[in-house]
């Protein structure tokens, strides 16, 4: 505080440690206790990171030294400034004009032009901004005259080629400014799509389908930080054919930039879609945030419903927390449950295929009453007998999740909407507006019912059925499966858990990975899986280390498992590439499918029985689904599983039908929501009630078998034509039929939704855990 006080103070103590040496040892231990609590002052503060030295010069105030300055050079600003260049320029043409002058002055002039220095300036100006100008000369001027004028010609030509090319290039430089600042897509009531990956292409055509199911018109927008004809030739190669009436426009810019948002109209946009961008989870998550974070930034904010990609279980919650109207989806669980399904259930699984989809087959509608012309029904057998284009699965209460499979007599309110299985939404507004009358519908019921046969009466109740009858009718046995999974990607801890749902007690699952750096199969936990140890309840699992693409790997697994029911191929989704991924996934799906035909009999021979496991090859990238169209001779032997069409699937419904989205996930998780499952026609028939339904026909009427079907509280969605156990369950023989027309036979399997768990007798849980199965 006192500098000169404290100077003068030391000096005295200097001068008396001499003379009083009581006195200088007080001096001295005070300035110890000075320095002491100096340095224990310094040592708390370096307690805190970040804090600045106190020794460090930005704690003294030091005066700025004006005397360095940074100025242009000339070259610098004549080359390096517009305004320097502009007078470049001009002082160039003044330079040449004087030149021309002096030169025509020198030449002495000629008749039209004289050599005054008027004149001369007047014709050099005249040649240097017009090239034409020479022309007038005559031919019998002097050469030298002919001379200056072509040379000022020439030069003025070139100086006006590149002052014309400079202002020309100011002002697209000024449009373009003003396109970027300014440019915006007008639009209202479109479908925003945000960011590119493999998914893009299939969730541009799952929209397209399911606004044409709905009779909508589709306007999508898609923005990403790509350049736009890359993307217009991606779109041009997959959509071959036309788009069905809908409108596809790109914009490059930034999703998680409020300015491109705004550009894009965000704000009026119907729905907005978030695909997470190509490389590691963390990143991609991140991404989602971003642009999530700057949707809740724009000054007006989005009323649409957003949905955004999610990597994880545990990061979708991250999503809905930034905005109420965002919600983070994770359809990779409900995919792997499909292949799960596909693999052990091939027939359930090709129906979930089918219902998560808007592209082909008929689909899972949530209506009201009035939207599905009955406005006045009271009961949900009511509302079925109205609808004659759909089949009624499910109701679902307002502000409530729904409810599958409900009896008839379940009273309905007008705020009640019904889930309908349909192959479209505008199928079932023309079929409803032209049913015919109730008396019409009723005389063709009692003249038409079954062939060569009368009304049948419905008498045995569901608790009649013994064990041995539920045994006899369900399609096939309840045996032990084996199953063969080539790779192992990062997901196949996940895989693992859901096949111990789905597999019978005692049965085996084989893995051939490759090695890893311990002995042990490529990211395999050691913890989780070890190598040695069953950890599942129903099935024990083998793993068998070597190359997913190697001859003898394949056939030594093949060989191992001769009475294996099916073979998945797993792309390994570890790979930045899906396309090389998905390239390495074919290569030895090909290898396998060449053993399975003896083509290696070296190596594997076929059973001589003529059995066959179903050989499943997943896919991602939509390069390879027009590679191997329907068809290909590849796909008659070889399911591809398109697990990325699946996600957007689950996508478009989650954004255009979030009751369908959620009922699906419930009925692929083994909860008391309901069961999907297959089961033989005989199931629900007597015999005297086959004999009475059918005749001497063996068919019975697809809507009697419906009635009957839902007297016993479950719901008829479809048939299949029965097949020999371990035989592949086409997409295509899958007949979902929500019009309930033709006949059914009796060695037919039905596909049907089933009661709660808790609602069903003993008989019916015994039949489900078996039919289920298949």
Same mark, same amino acid.
């Given at each position: 505080r006192h500098p000169r006080r404290m100077d003068g103070v030391a000096s005295a103590e200097t001068s008396t440690c001499a003379h009083s040496p009581?006195?200088?040892?007080?001096? /001295?231990?005070?300035?110890?206790? @000075?320095?002491?609590?100096?340095?224990?002052?310094?040592?708390?503060?370096?307690?805190?990171?970040?804090?600045?030295? /106190?020794?460090?010069?930005?704690?003294?105030?030091? =005066?700025?030294?004006? +005397?360095? @300055?940074?100025?242009?050079?000339? =070259? !610098?600003?004549?080359?390096? &400034?517009?305004?320097?260049?502009?007078? !470049?320029?001009?002082?160039?043409?003044?330079?040449?004009?004087?030149?021309? +002058?002096?030169?025509?002055?020198?030449?002495?002039?000629?008749?039209? #032009? !004289?050599?005054?220095? #008027?004149?001369?300036?007047?014709?050099?100006?005249?040649?240097?901004?017009?090239?034409? &100008?020479?022309? !007038?000369?005559?031919?019998?001027?002097?050469?030298? /005259?002919?001379?200056?004028?072509?040379?000022?010609?020439?030069?003025?030509f070139l100086y006006n080629l590149v002052t014309m090319s400079f202002m020309v290039e100011m002002v697209r430089v000024r449009l373009e400014r003003w396109r970027r600042e300014r440019y915006r897509f007008v639009a209202n009531d479109h479908t925003l799509l945000l960011g590119w990956n493999t998914k893009s292409l299939y969730i541009i055509e799952e929209l397209i389908h399911s606004a044409a199911n709905r009779g909508l018109h589709m306007s999508v927008v898609v923005m990403a930080d790509r350049d736009i004809n890359v993307l217009q030739q991606e779109i041009d190669r997959h959509f071959r054919s036309s788009l069905k009436g809908a409108s596809v426009r790109l914009f490059q810019g930034s999703p998680s930039e409020c300015a491109d948002l705004q550009r894009v109209c965000a704000v009026s946009a119907r729905e907005i879609i978030i695909l997470g961008q190509q490389g590691p989870a963390l990143q991609a998550h991140l991404a989602t945030v971003r642009s999530i974070v700057a949707l809740a930034a724009l000054p007006e904010q989005p009323k649409g419903p957003i949905i955004a990609e999610a990597n994880s279980p545990e990061t979708h919650t991250t999503i809905s927390a930034v905005l109420d109207n965002a919600a983070g989806i994770y359809a990779k669980d409900a995919v792997r449950r499909v292949l799960c399904l596909t693999a052990a259930r091939p027939a359930i699984g090709s129906v979930f295929q089918s219902l998560m989809s808007w592209i082909k087959g008929s689909e899972i509608y949530c209506e009201s009453l009035e939207a599905l012309g009955v406005p006045t029904a009271r009961s949900i057998g009511e509302a079925q007998r109205g609808i004659t284009a759909g089949i009624v699965i499910g109701v679902r209460p307002r502000d409530e999740f729904a409810v599958m499979s409900p009896p008839d007599d379940r009273a309905l309110t007008p705020t009640d909407r019904l889930l309908v299985l349909a192959e479209s939404a505008t199928e079932i507004e023309a079929l409803q507006s032209t049913r015919p009358s109730r008396m019409l519908r009723m005389l063709d019921r009692r003249l038409c019912m079954t062939r060569g046969s009368t009304t049948p009466t419905w008498s045995r109740a569901c608790s009649s059925f013994t064990a041995d009858e539920v045994k006899h009718c369900v399609f096939g046995a309840c045996e032990p499966q084996t199953l063969i999974l080539v790779g192992w990607p990062l997901c196949m801890d996940n895989i693992l858990m859901l096949l111990d749902e789905y597999l019978v007690p005692n049965s085996t699952v084989i893995v051939l990975a490759e090695m890893g750096p311990q002995g042990r199969p490529r990211r395999v936990s050691p913890i989780a899986f070890p190598v040695g140890a069953n950890k599942f309840e129903n099935y024990e699992l083998l793993i068998k280390t070597g190359s997913t693409r190697n001859v003898d790997a394949l056939a030594d697994v093949l060989v191992h498992a001769p009475d294996a029911c099916a073979v998945v191929v797993l792309t390994d989704d570890s790979q930045a590439d899906e396309t090389l991924a998905d390239s390495v996934c074919l290569a030895a799906t090909i290898t396998i499918d060449a053993l399975l035909k003896g083509k290696y009999p070296s190596h594997f021979k076929p059973r001589e029985d003529g059995h066959r496991p179903r050989l499943i090859c997943d896919v991602q990238s939509p390069v390879v689904e027009r590679a191997l169209p329907d068809s290909h001779k590849l796909r008659e032997t070889v399911m591809f599983f398109p697990s990325s069409a699946l996600e957007t699937g689950l996508f478009t419904m989650a954004s255009a039908e979030t009751p369908v989205y959620n009922s699906l996930l419930f009925l692929l998780q083994n909860n008391a929501f309901g069961d999907l499952g297959v089961a033989l026609v005989r199931v629900y028939f007597s015999a005297e009630e086959l004999a009475e339904a059918a005749g001497q026909t063996e068919e019975i009427r697809y809507d009697v078998c419906f009635e009957k079907v839902r007297s016993r509280g479950d719901v008829l969605l479809g048939k299949l034509p029965r097949r020999e156990s371990g035989e592949n369950v086409p997409d295509h023989e899958i007949e979902l039929n929500p019009r309930r027309e033709g006949f059914v036979g009796v060695d037919d399997h039905l596909i049907v939704i089933s009661r709660a768990a808790e609602e069903r007798c003993e008989e019916c849980a015994a039949l489900w855990l078996c039919s289920a199965l298949r």
């Open positions: 009581s006195r200088g040892r007080y001096i /001295v231990s005070r300035s110890m206790r @000075r320095s002491r609590s100096i340095a224990a002052l310094e040592q708390s503060q370096a307690l805190h990171f970040g804090l600045l030295d /106190v020794h460090s010069k930005l704690h003294v105030k030091v =005066g700025f030294d004006n +005397t360095i @300055r940074v100025r242009w050079t000339f =070259g !610098g600003w004549l080359l390096g &400034t517009k305004r320097g260049q502009v007078l !470049g320029l001009i002082g160039i043409a003044l330079l040449l004009l004087f030149f021309g +002058t002096c030169a025509w002055v020198l030449a002495g002039g000629n008749s039209q #032009y !004289g050599s005054e220095w #008027y004149a001369a300036f007047w014709f050099s100006w005249c040649v240097f901004s017009d090239p034409g &100008t020479q022309m !007038g000369l005559s031919a019998g001027e002097r050469a030298l /005259v002919k001379v200056i004028a072509v040379t000022l010609s020439v030069i003025g």
